[in-house]
């Protein structure tokens, strides 16, 4: 990926998000946005680990570097990208799978970040959108994002990715992680908090 520069020069700018299941991919880990001292303007809510690409940085650095800093969780690996999310003419998202070791560490960025822990997705899909005057909400975009790729991980088969093609990084954590991913999305469809694919 190339690198990138800041929205003042005029040039596209990368930004990168984590999404981080927890060993039986039935919690997303997320992060608390303060609401005081929210850099991107943005309300206090619930998030999963994100930033910007600096211009030395690729954006598997980036997602490492936020995602230490503001989950404390050491970065295990960055398994592949889910996909790429535009956010205008010259801003981009990329929603990349991550793997994170065990045990937490210190959280870097307590200036913009209250908490960070893992929450299981049935929660997650009952907590209210934030805004200014739900803080302790959750990001609609960032369900979004992890509906989406919690679908497209559970309904893919492994086999059917190319080898050599930047999808088949996903290979060996489909195989591991893909009958507890199907689980998940039937508790969840049987309890009304996701709609079938085909209805």
């Not at 999963?48 to 050491?74: D, F, H, L, Q, W």
């Not at 929450?119 to 009952?126: F, G, H, T, W």
Request: hydrophobic share 35%; glycine share 8%; charged share 25%.
């Amino acid at each position: 990926m190339s690198r990138v520069t800041s929205d003042k020069t005029g040039r596209k700018t990368v930004a990168v998000s984590a999404l981080i299941f927890d060993s039986k991919c039935e919690s997303v880990l997320m992060v608390r946005k303060r609401p005081d001292k929210n850099p991107e303007g943005q309300c206090g809510g619930w998030g999963i680990p994100t930033g910007g690409v600096e211009a030395t940085e690729t954006a598997k650095m980036t997602i490492v570097r936020e995602t230490e800093s503001e989950s404390g969780y050491p970065v295990q690996r960055v398994i592949g990208l889910l996909g790429e999310y535009p956010k205008g003419p010259l801003h981009t998202l990329l929603f990349y799978l991550v793997e994170v070791e065990d045990f937490p560490q210190a959280i870097k960025e307590r200036d913009e970040i209250v908490e960070a822990r893992f929450i299981p997705l049935s929660e997650v899909l009952q907590m209210p959108y934030a805004d200014r005057k739900t803080p302790q909400g959750v990001y609609l975009s960032v369900v979004n994002r992890v509906m989406d790729a919690l679908g497209t991980l559970a309904s893919t088969e492994p086999e059917e990715l190319e080898d050599g093609s930047e999808d088949a990084a996903f290979k060996p954590w489909l195989r591991e992680n893909q009958e507890l991913l199907r689980a998940v999305v039937g508790k969840l469809t049987a309890k009304g908090l996701l709609v079938p694919a085909s209805a």
